[in-house]
């Protein structure tokens, strides 16, 4: 109890001195000299404009001017080290409750630093001891690389991990705060002479301090800043392709039909934001192809509107006695067949009509056939068919646009294309060198690309067995892959909780968006291309704008990894598949329409309501059934799939 009272009368000085600087700032901000200058005589409040009078410049010329760094090599010693951070870390403790969280979120490239920094010192004892007291507050947030970090015991061990070293050594580590925080931060370690601290930060860390009120979470979202702003401001052509026939007669009735409306108003051209037809080589559409087109057309003339006051039917398929086997769910758009991948290799194809699955004629029946329809007999037609070929489990497999191919991806670090007229291996695609985790067919067919555990994404075509371009940036498992509806980029998502956006001509990586706390395990783009879709293990959706490069919203309410993601046709409904065995639908049209309105407010507004975030519309639960795929049909009827885990 004497122990407590005496410490109680420095706590209520520290805190004190936190309220003056605080106050100080507004005065300063508002213009209230007289008050300013009153507050400085009787309380020693050391704001910026004084810091600037001993030769440090104001927060908006950056820490890296600001922090006169006068360091020794006592500094470092790990007891220093260690007195140091765990004195900042108490403090951020007992600090206001407005500013913790963005406190908290701005020590932890400290924390990584100080770790490394005994490391490079080769003081390893001392560096694991620092690291198990204080990762804990950290791993939540950061689950990806502090275990990346608990690998790391020497310095040849670091030297190696070349992730880490990028990210917080070679380059400067971005993280923001209000002009609150910072005066709080910069007061601190000033009053508390933490030199070591300062020196950190002025190497290693890229604070924008910024006017406002504080995030109100600790958010996952400190980057390499230079590198993301610059990819960030590439131009991205996210407008749709128009489908024009080879005498232009579509484009002339669309031009007369905007002619007949509202003529008068001027309207800006899509071309500007749609890239040109030619840009990606594709071949000519097919017979099979232009029947396929027809009938997508036809259904989606007979599309229900959805939105918030009208929610989607939802048609779920669920497999029995297939636990821990069924590694992979896939289903056609018109609802006709299902596929499945399985740890024991095998691929399985299922008709979900009751004409069962088509099988080719004998080939002496074929000559003089010339229509697709005609190839196939009409007795004795099977449920289902199994394919084998991979030497390892299936992790995903996807039904072409045209419905006469499947892709498949294994632990073999192969692909292999199948036919569904043959129901046999066609083409086998090797160039990864680890397991692949997923694929994804292009919208307009031809191209498709693939996701490996070797880092990279890959792209290909159907007539030839090498990679057409290697998508090499992320710093861990490429776990999933979509194309943009108009064929022109590739999105990929990563155990390093980053998406990134790749244009297919030139290869090269056009956005990047980090937020995510945890691997990156599902995508989907909205009908337009603006807006794209991401979800994975840290149970969160966020919506991102592609052509501004931001984040829009974090979507809360899954209790597990979310593991499908799927746009309705008109993208006003955002559907999701979850491990906690339910199917969510979310109201994207309030999201999409809004984008203008700051998301950490909106972040903040949804903590307020509790965990599940406002635009959630309904939940589709399961009796014990975890959702592997969902998916929107041209008609809008939600369709998903699942395996029975039976408890």
């Known amino acids: 109890?004497?122990?407590?009272?005496?410490?109680?009368?420095?706590?209520?000085?520290?805190?004190?001195?936190?309220?003056?600087?605080?106050?100080?700032?507004?005065?300063?901000?508002?213009?209230?000299?007289?008050?300013?200058?009153?507050?400085?005589?009787?309380?020693?409040?050391?704001?910026?404009?004084?810091?600037?009078?001993?030769?440090?410049?104001?927060?908006?010329?950056?820490?890296?001017?600001?922090?006169?760094?006068?360091?020794?090599?006592?500094?470092?010693?790990?007891?220093?080290?260690?007195?140091?951070?765990?004195?900042?870390?108490?403090?951020?403790?007992?600090?206001?409750?407005?500013?913790?969280?963005?406190?908290?979120?701005?020590?932890y490239?400290?924390?990584?630093?100080?770790?490394?920094?005994?490391?490079?010192?080769?003081?390893?004892?001392?560096?694991?001891?620092?690291?198990?007291?204080?990762?804990?507050?950290?791993?939540?947030?950061?689950?990806?690389?502090?275990?990346?970090?608990?690998?790391?015991h020497t310095a040849d061990q670091l030297a190696q991990a070349t992730e880490i070293v990028d990210v917080f050594r070679k380059k400067k580590y971005r993280t923001k705060l209000c002009n609150y925080s910072f005066e709080l931060l910069w007061g601190h370690c000033q009053d508390n002479k933490l030199v070591n601290m300062q020196s950190l930060m002025n190497k290693h860390m890229d604070i924008k301090v910024y006017s406002g009120k504080p995030r109100q979470k600790y958010d996952a979202?400190?980057?390499?800043?230079?590198?993301?702003?610059?990819?960030?401001?590439?131009?991205?052509?996210?407008?749709?392709?128009?489908?024009?026939?080879?005498?232009?007669?579509?484009?002339?009735e669309a031009e007369d039909e905007s002619k007949k409306k509202k003529g008068s108003k001027k309207r800006k051209p899509q071309e500007t934001v749609a890239p040109s037809r030619d840009r990606v080589p594709l071949p000519k559409p097919r017979g099979r192809e232009l029947e396929m087109k027809i009938q997508t057309l036809r259904e989606i003339r007979s599309r229900v509107p959805l939105g918030p006051t009208a929610l989607p039917s939802c048609c779920f398929y669920t497999l029995f006695n297939a636990r821990d086997a069924v590694q992979c769910v896939d289903i056609t758009p018109d609802t006709t067949l299902m596929t499945a991948g399985f740890a024991d290799s095998m691929l399985r194809v299922w008709s979900l009509d009751s004409a069962g699955l088509p099988l080719l004629l004998p080939?002496?029946?074929?000559?003089?056939?010339?229509?697709?329809?005609?190839?196939?007999?009409?007795?004795?037609?099977?449920?289902?068919?199994?394919?084998?070929?991979?030497?390892?489990?299936?992790?995903?497999?996807?039904?072409?646009?045209?419905?006469?191919?499947?892709?498949?991806?294994?632990?073999?670090?192969?692909?292999?294309?199948?036919?569904?007229?043959t129901y046999s291996n066609v083409a086998c695609y090797k160039g990864h060198n680890y397991p692949v985790w997923d694929c994804a067919f292009s919208p307009l067919g031809f191209y498709f690309a693939t996701a490996s555990h070797d880092r990279t994404a890959r792209l290909w075509n159907t007539e030839t067995v090498q990679p057409l371009r290697v998508f090499a940036g992320h710093f861990s498992d490429v776990n999933c892959v979509e194309f943009h509806p108009n064929s022109n980029y590739v999105a990929s998502g990563s155990s390093d909780g980053s998406c990134r956006l790749w244009d297919v001509q030139s290869g090269?990586?056009?956005?990047?968006?980090?937020?995510?706390?945890?691997?990156?395990?599902?995508?989907?783009?909205?009908?337009?291309?603006?807006?794209?879709?991401?979800?994975?293990?840290?149970?969160?959706?966020?919506?991102?704008?592609?052509?501004?490069?931001?984040?829009?919203?974090?979507?809360?309410?899954?209790?597990?990894?979310?593991?499908?993601?799927?746009?309705?046709?008109?993208?006003?409904?955002?559907?999701?598949?979850?491990?906690?065995?339910?199917?969510?639908?979310?109201?994207?049209?309030?999201?999409?329409?809004?984008?203008?309105?700051?998301?950490?407010?909106?972040?903040?507004?949804?903590?307020?309501?509790?965990?599940?975030?406002?635009?959630?519309?309904?939940?589709?639960?399961?009796?014990?059934?975890?959702?592997?795929?969902?998916?929107?049909?041209?008609?809008?009827l939600l369709l998903a799939g699942g395996v029975f885990t039976a408890t």
């Open 221 to 252: 979202e400190g980057m390499v800043g230079s590198i993301v702003e610059s990819v960030n401001q590439k131009k991205v052509l996210w407008g749709l392709i128009e489908d024009v026939d080879d005498d232009g007669e579509e484009a002339e």
């Open 1 to 107: 109890k004497k122990k407590k009272s005496a410490r109680l009368p420095e706590e209520k000085k520290k805190m004190s001195s936190d309220l003056d600087r605080i106050v100080y700032a507004y005065l300063k901000k508002r213009g209230f000299t007289e008050a300013r200058i009153a507050l400085e005589k009787a309380s020693p409040v050391h704001g910026i404009d004084q810091f600037t009078a001993t030769g440090m410049p104001t927060p908006e010329m950056g820490i890296a001017n600001q922090i006169a760094s006068a360091a020794t090599p006592e500094d470092f010693t790990p007891e220093s080290i260690e007195a140091a951070y765990t004195s900042l870390n108490k403090w951020i403790g007992q600090s206001l409750d407005k500013y913790r969280n963005e406190l908290y979120a701005a020590i």
């Open 363 to 421: 080939a002496d029946e074929l000559q003089g056939l010339q229509e697709y329809e005609e190839l196939f007999g009409e007795q004795d037609r099977p449920s289902q068919r199994d394919l084998y070929g991979h030497s390892g489990p299936i992790y995903a497999a996807k039904f072409s646009t045209d419905k006469s191919f499947i892709l498949s991806t294994s632990q073999d670090a192969s692909a292999r294309l199948w036919s569904l007229a």
């Open 508 to 636: 090269e990586c056009v956005r990047i968006f980090e937020g995510h706390r945890d691997s990156v395990q599902s995508l989907t783009f909205s009908d337009d291309g603006k807006f794209l879709a991401s979800a994975g293990d840290d149970k969160n959706i966020i919506l991102w704008d592609l052509s501004a490069g931001k984040r829009l919203k974090m979507l809360r309410g899954h209790r597990d990894a979310v593991t499908s993601l799927n746009f309705c046709g008109g993208s006003t409904l955002l559907a999701s598949g979850s491990m906690d065995c339910s199917v969510r639908v979310w109201d994207a049209k309030t999201v999409l329409s809004g984008r203008d309105q700051d998301y950490d407010k909106d972040d903040e507004d949804d903590e307020l309501q509790g965990d599940e975030s406002h635009e959630l519309l309904a939940t589709y639960g399961t009796k014990s059934t975890p959702v592997h795929c969902t998916k929107f049909t041209h008609a809008n």
């Open 109 to 152: 490239p400290i924390f990584v630093n100080c770790f490394l920094e005994m490391i490079i010192r080769g003081k390893e004892e001392e560096a694991r001891k620092f690291f198990a007291a204080h990762s804990m507050l950290h791993e939540p947030y950061h689950k990806q690389q502090i275990e990346q970090l608990r690998a790391i």
